[in-house]
Each structure stands twice: as C-alpha cells, then as structure tokens.
C-alpha cells in the first residue's frame, strides 16, 4: 500500500533563517505530488505541484520554492523566512491517471519567531 | 474564475443532532470531492462525486452533487463526538490536477 512520510512534525525557526521540509512517498510511482499551507483555523492554499521529476508548478509568489530531486521525493525550501511563513504545511500525492482524491501526510506545524 | 462558497463556516451541534455543510459554487463543477480534518490531523479523503444529482452514503453521511452541478452538500445523521473536525470540499478545473479548497465547516459536537 501507499505511504507518505512528512517530517519533522514540528519545527521553530528564527526569522531570516532557511527551512528545507522533506516528503516522501511509498508504494507509486510517478506520483503528482503537492504542497499545501493552511493558517490557524482556516483552508488549505495550494503553494506547488509536480507531475513529474524536477517538474514544479508554483501558485502563490512568495520566498518559498519547491523542488522534486527524485520521482517519490518532494521537497519545500526558503533561503529566509518571514513571520508570515508560519503555519501547518501539508504535502499530498495523488495518482497520475485521471481525477484521483488526494492523500495528505502528516504536516509541518512551522513556528517563525 | 470559478469560486466555491462554504457554508456555515462554523456548527455547533448537541450530539444527536444532523449536520449539513454546504458548498455553493457561481459555475459548473466538473467534480467535487469532500475532505474531513481532525483537530490537529490532516485532510483525509471522504468521496467524490462527478456526475449530475448524484448521491452516495456513508454509513451516517449523505453526499449530494447538485442537478446542475453548481452545489454539493454533505449531511451527517445523528452526530457523534467522533464527527468532530473540519469539513472541507474540494475541486478541480476539467484536466486539471489542482484542487481548489473550500474554506471549510468546523463542526463542534456537544456530548
């Protein structure tokens, strides 16, 4: 069966530091991959999506990239944080063939300071 | 565009009681799917629905895609501690791999 892995779980960063969040995931290949951030108490707003290996889709301008080393692999970078990073950080897959629900990891609660 | 309104965006219920949230759209859904958040978890997939007045049940859920496509709605019988969460729906453009989100409906179940 497929399993996503998203880590850490909980992370507090100094503003103006970096930030590297790792998701991967098991038992697909050739998976769209997703990253996702939702603010306290409010939706999700998708931020990148892939479709395939260093194929990267950005939604929303901002200081934070996205990039997809390896098939499985799906990776979420800022050189340096701002306050208004902070939140929960969500990666999902989903299967590459047609309209497929989405499967979300376990997050990142991101604290700036 | 295509915008999706959610609503309530808050309920709080006595246990026992039903729940509906619904989700408004100003245009044609191809699809609609239906997620549910637990304090401090992660989106998890409920159903999709794709197909005109379409209705799927759950055990205590009832999923409902409008005839014209533009609502769906996602009503619990009978509500139970374990009910308790966000609910969210979700689509995506015709080909698109995207979803868009709604803003979702916290439900809060009174023992």
């Known amino acids: 069966s497929q399993t996503i892995h998203q880590w850490p779980a909980t992370l507090v960063q100094p503003v103006g530091s970096p930030l590297s969040l790792e998701c991967t995931v098991e038992?697909?290949?050739?998976?769209?991959l997703y990253w996702y951030r939702q603010a306290a108490g409010r939706g999700l707003q998708l931020l990148f999506y892939?479709?395939?290996?260093?194929?990267i889709s950005s939604e929303v301008p901002q200081n934070l990239s996205a990039s997809r080393p390896q098939d499985r692999q799906f990776i979420l970078s800022s050189k340096k944080l701002l306050l208004s990073d902070s939140g929960f950080y969500l990666c999902?897959?989903?299967?590459?063939?047609?309209?497929?629900?989405?499967?979300f990891g376990d997050g990142t609660r991101l604290s700036i300071l | 565009g295509q915008q999706v309104m959610q609503i309530p965006q808050y309920q709080h219920v006595q246990e026992g009681e039903d729940f509906t949230t619904y989700c408004n759209s100003s245009?044609?859904?191809?699809?609609i799917q239906w997620y549910k958040q637990r304090p401090g978890g992660h989106p998890v997939f409920l159903i999709q629905?794709?197909?005109?007045?379409e209705v799927k049940k759950q055990k205590r859920l009832t999923f409902q895609f409008g005839e014209a496509k533009k609502n769906s709605s996602l009503h619990i019988t009978a509500t139970q501690t374990t009910d308790v969460g966000t609910y969210f729906c979700?689509?995506?453009?015709?080909?698109?791999?995207?979803?868009?989100f709604g803003k979702g409906t916290k439900l809060s179940v009174i023992p």
């Open positions: 979700a689509y995506s453009g015709a080909g698109s791999y995207q979803l868009t």
């Open positions: 038992g697909t290949s050739n998976p769209n």
């Open positions: 629905l794709v197909k005109s007045g």
């Open positions: 245009t044609t859904l191809s699809n």
């Open positions: 999902a897959w989903s299967p590459v063939t047609g309209l497929q629900p989405q499967h």
């Open positions: 892939s479709v395939g290996i260093g194929q």
